[in-house]
């Protein structure tokens, strides 16, 4: 599996936009980069998948460089609601498996 | 409607006792999942099935038995239960299981053994 690294924790105040970095250095050339939310006693939710340069949907952008090496997740004016841990997932060599590893804790304060 | 649902919600067992969790999706998918998610909040693929047939088992224990009677369930039968078994299991569904494919969870399954 491709591995990846994201901060373990992040807090933000309500209003505010919150960037996730992720780097995935070992990223195969046709893998997907895919985000998931998950709140606390639910199920992780998918947010955003993009392959390459900037992929925006209504809840979020991701942006991806050239390289392809990191990715970033953008939240435009965080509500207290987005408190939660958001997995940024890369699928590697292993078919269907896929790796949500720790993840990164958002808190939104107000 | 619930695309993806599991029972029971919690489960509290004892030590040794065998247990099913039960998963269904309404969404026609050909590809169900189990995970599981320990107190450290690590999510892990443990099984999953592609239109009936297992396609990987990431060395779970034996004690672990994924059943699906058909493409729209997949349950998890666990023998012998241990006190490291407790943790919420997730079911999942995607389309082909192809691993661009979104994965749809369900709302878990909070599993203590005492």
């Known amino acids: 599996l491709a591995k990846t690294t994201q901060p373990i924790s992040m807090d933000s105040y309500e209003g505010q936009e919150v960037n996730i970095t992720c780097s995935h250095n070992?990223?195969?050339?046709?893998?997907?980069i895919t985000w998931y939310q998950q709140f606390p006693s639910q199920g992780p939710r998918f947010i955003i998948q993009?392959?390459?340069t900037k992929v925006t949907n209504e809840v979020a952008s991701l942006f991806i460089p050239a390289d392809r090496k990191s990715s970033t997740l953008s939240l435009p004016r965080v509500s207290l609601s987005d408190t939660a841990v958001y997995y940024c997932?890369?699928?590697?060599?292993?078919?269907?498996?896929?790796?949500f590893g720790k993840g990164t804790s958002l808190l939104v304060t107000p | 409607d619930t695309a993806v649902s599991q029972t029971p919600k919690y489960l509290v067992t004892q030590m040794g006792n065998d247990k099913s969790i039960k998963c269904e999706q309404n969404?026609?998918?050909?590809?169900m999942y189990w995970y599981k998610q320990d107190s450290k909040k690590f999510l892990k693929i443990m099984f999953s099935?592609?239109?009936?047939?297992?396609?990987i088992n990431e060395t779970v224990p034996n004690r672990f038995s994924p059943k699906s009677p058909d493409k729209a369930h997949l349950n998890l039968h666990i023998n012998s239960l241990e006190l490291g078994d407790s943790a919420v299991y997730f079911c999942?569904?995607?389309?082909?299981?192809?691993?661009?494919?979104?994965?749809?969870f369900g709302p878990g399954t909070r599993l203590l053994v005492l």
């Open positions: 999942a569904s995607s389309q082909e299981g192809k691993r661009e494919e979104t994965q749809y």
């Open positions: 070992n990223i195969a050339t046709n893998d997907y």
């Open positions: 993009g392959y390459k």
């Open positions: 997932l890369v699928p590697g060599d292993s078919g269907y498996a896929l790796n």
């Open positions: 969404l026609g998918h050909d590809t």
């Open positions: 099935y592609n239109n009936k047939e297992l396609i």
